[in-house]
């Protein structure tokens, strides 16, 4: 059974850090993986997808790669804002056909000014 | 604007009550999951459905009922059996298959009275 682990658990820094959160999963035969941002009391927002056969996939200051030999994935943040602060979660597709996605417990950010 | 519907956005059970939160797509998709998620243990399946009036269980389906009965709408029951339903709710949607993102609702915060 895929199992998703995402570290470190939380994270803190100052505005204006660049930043690297990390996903690793126990299964390397995937169909995509997914990063989500979660704000408190709020649903999901999909951030990135990575498909199986890329390498990474960028969006404005956000950068996801993927490594899916060693099992890795890692979310980049560059210049990190206040308004980042959320907590980010990885979820993984497997591909054997169920396409249910696997969750990490998630990475909780705080950017303070 | 297409998204996912979850109401009501807190809910307040009484012991040995079912109670029943809603959730409605308009993105046409026809895959509908519910989660649920407890503070530190990321998300946990419910249960899913890839199909009108057909549906699976996930990894904590005991207490929990749902029916798919158009393809726009997935509610989940939550019984007297499930004795522990404080939560946080969350309802999502995707295209079966596809490298297209999962989609979620805002959620219901499920308390005890």
């Known amino acids: 059974k895929q199992e998703v682990t995402q570290i470190p658990a939380a994270l803190s820094v100052p505005e204006g850090e660049n930043l690297v959160l990390n996903c690793s999963f126990t299964?390397?035969?995937?169909?995509?993986l997914q990063w989500f941002r979660q704000d408190p009391g709020k649903g999901l927002t999909s951030l990135l997808l990575?498909?199986?056969?890329?390498r990474e996939q960028t969006s404005g200051r956000l950068n996801a790669s993927l490594d899916k030999s060693s099992g890795r994935s890692t979310l980049y943040i560059a210049a990190s804002q206040p308004g980042d602060s959320a907590t980010y979660l990885c979820a993984v597709k497997d591909s054997g056909g169920s396409y249910i996605p696997t969750f990490g417990r998630g990475t909780s950010l705080i950017v303070h000014p | 604007d297409g998204g996912i519907t979850q109401s009501p956005k807190y809910l307040f059970r009484k012991e040995g009550q079912n109670v029943t939160l809603s959730c409605e797509q308009n993105l046409n998709h026809d895959a509908m999951y519910w989660y649920r998620q407890d503070p530190g243990q990321g998300l946990r399946l419910i249960y899913y459905?890839?199909?009108?009036?057909?549906?699976q269980k996930g990894d904590i389906a005991e207490g929990y009922s749902v029916s798919r009965e158009k393809k726009e709408s997935f509610p989940l029951t939550v019984t007297s059996a499930q004795k522990n339903p404080t939560a946080f709710y969350l309802c999502?949607?995707?295209?079966?298959?596809?490298?297209?993102?999962?989609?979620f609702g805002d959620g219901t915060r499920l308390s005890i009275l």
């Open positions: 459905s890839q199909i009108v009036n057909d549906f």
């Open positions: 999502a949607s995707s295209i079966i298959g596809s490298n297209q993102p999962q989609h």
């Open positions: 299964d390397s035969a995937i169909y995509n």
């Open positions: 990575i498909q199986s056969s890329q």
